[in-house]
């Protein structure tokens, strides 16, 4: 059996320039969608960044049954593959497990967050697809912790660029057989920064999400977890120093839970412009549902979006993979998952879009919450 991975163009999405929003963009891939199959193996995309040329850098993990790799392939701004980018449009690391997050600096090197030996690993690429030799080792940091428990795997799971090009990634620690999230900062040569080290936790079960840094170099996290039976979303900020900001809900944390719900998920975590604080994710009471929250700078919630802060749409959204935040340029939200197909048992593309005001935008493709792009045909 074949295994393929897929790109779709987000152009129609956002801009309804060609077409009515909501519809893909023919004049990327095969009717808005690029299908491919490079080395007969399996694949898994988890990442992309859209570079300043109009070129699509993707980052994921490739496995051909012996060991997972990191790999990273070029599109052209059609969808075709340009090979001019490492190997005939792609690299793969020969050490590194997947990649799970890819950026961009401002001077076109790749930075790649992923996992060596169980521990987390950062990887740094020169803009035409080869390893950068003046970063860290040959390329790579590889973290190294004798102390961590025995069989824990601490991913690096998100990556930003401060302001002066520091490198902060965002993984996961195990104390006292405890899951905590752990935020660490590397120096631009790849060095580990030792002035950032924050291991924080809300529950005895954290799952940190993603990371943003304001403009200000202030540092954001948000997850979910669990204590018990009862799952709960959190938000933290953090000073750039590592210390806990007060200045946000007054001891830099906040969690929230939603009522009746037996199970929810954090997907994304998206900075207005403005501000203010977009965060994403799913749940299920009594149904399936997507949610969006909005906080302002301080920490509260955002009584101009949606009354409360607090919107949702009950659908069918699939749990196993996670989800994303973009916002156009008017100002309205996209909200990116999977949707769950019960009459063929896949789960499919689901895009939602938000007024700037936390309103469902039933113009959005004519439907009266989403859009639903099916793959598995």
Request: charged share 20%; hydrophobic share 35%.
């Given at each position: 059996n074949k295994n393929y991975f897929l790109v779709i163009a987000f152009l129609s999405f956002f801009t309804g320039i060609a077409q009515q929003a909501g519809q893909l963009d023919p004049a990327f891939g095969s009717d808005g969608i690029v299908r491919t199959n490079l080395w007969n193996a399996a694949f898994n995309v988890k990442s992309h960044v859209v570079l300043a040329d109009g070129k699509t850098i993707v980052a994921g993990e490739i496995n051909n049954g012996t060991q997972p790799k990191g790999f990273l392939m070029r599109l052209l701004t059609n969808g075709e593959l340009d090979v001019t980018f490492g190997t005939d449009g792609k690299t793969v690391h020969p050490f590194l497990d997947g990649f799970n997050v890819v950026k961009v600096q401002t001077d076109g090197k790749l930075l790649v967050g992923?996992?060596?030996?169980?521990?987390?690993?950062?990887?740094?690429?020169?803009?035409?697809?080869?390893?950068?030799?003046?970063?860290?080792?040959?390329?790579?940091?590889?973290?190294?912790?004798?102390?961590?428990?025995?069989?824990?795997?601490?991913?690096?799971?998100?990556?930003?660029?401060?302001?002066?090009?520091?490198?902060?990634?965002?993984?996961?620690?195990?104390?006292?057989?405890?899951?905590?999230?752990?935020?660490?900062?590397?120096?631009?040569?790849?060095?580990?920064?030792?002035?950032?080290?924050?291991?924080?936790?809300?529950?005895?079960?954290?799952?940190?999400?993603?990371?943003?840094?304001?403009?200000?170099?202030?540092?954001?996290?948000n997850g979910y977890y669990y204590n018990g039976s009862s799952p709960s979303a959190f938000i933290a900020r953090y000073n750039t120093n590592g210390t806990a900001d007060s200045s946000f809900n007054s001891n830099g944390r906040r969690s929230f839970s939603i009522t009746n719900s037996t199970a929810i998920r954090a997907t994304d975590l998206y900075l207005q412009p403005n501000g203010k604080i977009l965060f994403s994710g799913k749940y299920y009471a009594n149904a399936n549902a997507l949610f969006m929250v909005r906080f302002n700078t301080n920490g509260t919630y955002d009584t101009t979006f949606s009354g409360d802060g607090f919107q949702s749409a009950t659908v069918d959204v699939g749990f196993s993979r996670s989800g994303k935040i973009a916002m156009q340029s008017d100002g309205k939200i996209i909200q990116m998952d999977t949707y769950q197909n019960i009459s063929t048992g896949y789960e499919d593309m689901l895009f939602v879009r938000y007024t700037p005001t936390g309103e469902l935008d039933t113009t959005f493709n004519g439907s009266s919450w989403g859009v639903v792009l099916p793959f598995n045909n």
């Open positions: 992923s996992m060596y030996n169980n521990d987390f690993a950062v990887a740094r690429y020169l803009a035409n697809g080869s390893l950068d030799a003046a970063f860290a080792f040959d390329g790579t940091y590889y973290n190294t912790n004798p102390n961590e428990f025995p069989f824990s795997t601490h991913p690096v799971i998100d990556l930003e660029i401060q302001s002066d090009n520091k490198i902060v990634g965002l993984t996961t620690t195990k104390l006292n057989d405890l899951d905590y999230y752990r935020l660490f900062r590397l120096n631009l040569n790849g060095i580990l920064d030792n002035s950032l080290n924050v291991t924080d936790n809300f529950g005895s079960t954290d799952n940190p999400v993603a990371l943003s840094i304001q403009s200000d170099n202030k540092l954001i996290v």
